[in-house]
């Protein structure tokens, strides 16, 4: 599991890493429901997922979208490919859709700049806009989320919106960590990801406030993990 989402009916979906597959997961009974594929199964380097509306978007780690509609069980799909050019900038492997700005919110894991590197970056970026137009750039210095954690940096490696107050919930597999800011860059809260993870890889928010963590498989297979999402400061397994 690369990269979690929700839909709009509250279904969650996950996909692969190296191949265009998506899976429909019931998150209560940790059991797949469903899976397709996007049309001639390209390989590239899958890391994220998001959802506008009723079109899904699969993110790569140079910041190429894949845009294309849900498929039935066992089908295949055609798709779109948008390129944010925005790869030589940054790794990514995480993106989310903010509705409201209609902006594509997509964190560095690895920041390509020298100069940015002790601060994390999030691009905002919106497509179908002329060239002109540049992604906005939300920078935040690591030193302010690090604490007692004592983070030199902050890889994301996924990001989620929570729906009751919009503020963007950013983990980290390499540190982890989760880490909550709200839109203007203020820091809610940074500490540890609850339980334990061995590649926390993806992150969503449901409606009703639960938490979903899931890992990437290593030496132990894939998994999702739900906790209940509190108020700041702090998170506590269900």
């Known amino acids: 599991i690369s990269g979690l989402v929700l839909t709009p009916d509250g279904r969650l979906l996950a996909h692969d890493d190296e191949l265009g597959k998506i899976y429909e997961i019931d998150q209560n009974r940790g059991v797949i429901l469903k899976r397709f594929l996007l ?28 845009q294309f509609k849900e498929g039935a069980n066992g089908t295949t799909v055609p798709y779109t490919k948008h390129d944010t050019r925005l790869g030589h900038e940054c790794e990514f492997e995480g993106v989310a859709y903010e509705a409201d700005s209609a902006w594509f919110v997509m964190p560095c894991k690895n920041v390509r700049k020298k100069s940015l590197r002790d601060q994390i970056v999030i691009y905002r970026w919106r497509m179908n806009t002329p060239d002109s137009v540049a992604p906005s750039m939300l920078t935040v210095p690591v030193a302010e989320v690090s604490g007692s954690n004592k983070w030199k940096v902050f890889r994301t490696s996924d990001i ?5 107050t919009g503020n963007y919930v950013l983990i980290s597999s390499q540190e982890k960590g989760l880490v909550e800011l709200t839109p203007e860059g203020d820091v809610v809260r ?44 702090g998170i506590t397994a269900q």
Do not use: C
């Not at 001639?40 to 894949?66: K, R």
């Not at 500490?191 to 990437?216: C, F, M, R, W, Y």
């Open 190 to 233: 940074a500490e540890l990801l609850p339980g334990k993870h061995h590649q926390a890889e993806g992150v969503a928010i449901t409606k009703n406030g639960i938490l979903i963590v899931s890992d990437k498989a290593t030496t132990k297979p894939a998994a999702i993990s739900l906790y209940r999402w509190r108020p700041a400061p």
């Open 39 to 66: 049309a001639d199964a390209p390989h590239a380097d899958f890391e994220a997922i998001t959802m506008v509306g009723t079109d899904i978007f699969l993110m790569t780690s140079n910041g190429v979208l894949y």
């Open 160 to 164: 989620t919106i929570d729906p009751s």
